[in-house]
């Protein structure tokens, strides 16, 4: 992969302003494609944008919402062209809780912002991609949408939908050259796992780390590579596949 891996392509990347979204984003721009970088965290984004410079912008965007996600692909088509590369990344992950006491607006808004994120995504941004004769989709699941987490019902629940519906969006995208894979990472050192209260907060979960066959956490960059080489041509003959980065986690 070099400068030029990318050139000629427009890239969405959503839940870019830290974290995979924000790796992923500089990494597509550093090898030559031009970005939409997208978030509800309107600052940070603009800063990540801002460093990336002339091939990216930013667009503040509720996943969730379908009429945001219309003008998530004017401003890629306006400022860049049709949309080659689209990464479902927004994500949020609950503080764990016994199933009996998660209630139904919690359970639905992880549904709302992991999952139905994924189908809005990939319906808004595909005819685009069917306009300029193909493109790639890479959905964001995790280690949790392949194997259960306790605590996790919504998390888990929206995370195997998504492996589900990369699959299917593989088969029906296949005659127009869309490839659709999905990417489970396991645990990464993002905001995300970040929790409140520095560096002693974060023990905890560097200890579970510990007892992984790579015995540490991964780094949003080490996620990127993953997502950016499935974006890729080299991955041309990969659809509705699922791919860990997880250290070994679900070994
Ligand atoms: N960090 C991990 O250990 C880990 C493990 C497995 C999977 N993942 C997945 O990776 C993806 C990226 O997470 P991350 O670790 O970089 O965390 P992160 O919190 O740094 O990034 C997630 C981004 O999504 C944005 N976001 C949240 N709700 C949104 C909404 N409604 N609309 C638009 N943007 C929204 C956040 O503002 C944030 O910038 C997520 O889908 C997450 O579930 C992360």
């Given at each position: 992969m070099d400068s030029e891996t990318f050139l000629g392509d427009v890239a969405i990347v959503t839940g870019a302003a830290g974290g995979?979204?924000?790796a992923t984003a500089r990494m597509l721009a550093a090898h030559g494609a031009k970005i939409v970088l997208t978030d509800i965290k309107q600052a940070l984004g603009t800063q990540v944008?801002?460093?990336i410079g002339e091939a990216a912008r930013f667009v503040a965007h509720d996943v969730s919402d379908g009429c945001d996600w219309k003008t998530v692909l004017s401003v890629a088509e306006d400022s860049f062209?049709?949309?080659s590369i689209l990464v479902n990344n927004a994500g949020i992950a609950p503080t764990p809780t016994p199933l009996f006491e998660v209630s139904e607006a919690d359970y639905r808004r992880v549904i709302e912002i992991n999952q139905i994120s994924c189908f809005?995504?990939?319906k808004t941004v595909a005819p685009s991609m069917i306009g300029r004769g193909g493109g790639a989709i890479v959905n964001v699941s995790s280690v949790a949408g392949l194997k259960a987490e306790r605590g996790a019902i919504a998390y888990v629940a929206s995370k195997f939908a998504v492996t589900g519906?990369?699959?299917v969006a593989a088969l029906d995208l296949a005659k127009d050259n869309i490839r659709v894979n999905s990417?489970?990472?396991g645990l990464v050192d993002t905001p995300m796992v970040r929790p409140e209260g520095g560096a002693a907060a974060f023990e905890p979960i560097l200890q579970f780390a510990s007892g992984l066959p790579i015995p540490r956490p991964g780094s949003p960059a080490e996620i990127a590579n993953l997502i950016v080489f499935l974006a890729s041509k080299s991955a041309s003959f990969l659809t509705g596949g699922s791919y860990a980065a997880d250290g070994g986690w679900t070994l």
């Open positions: 995979i979204g924000a944008a801002a460093d062209g049709p949309v809005l995504g990939m519906m990369t699959k990417v489970h990472p």
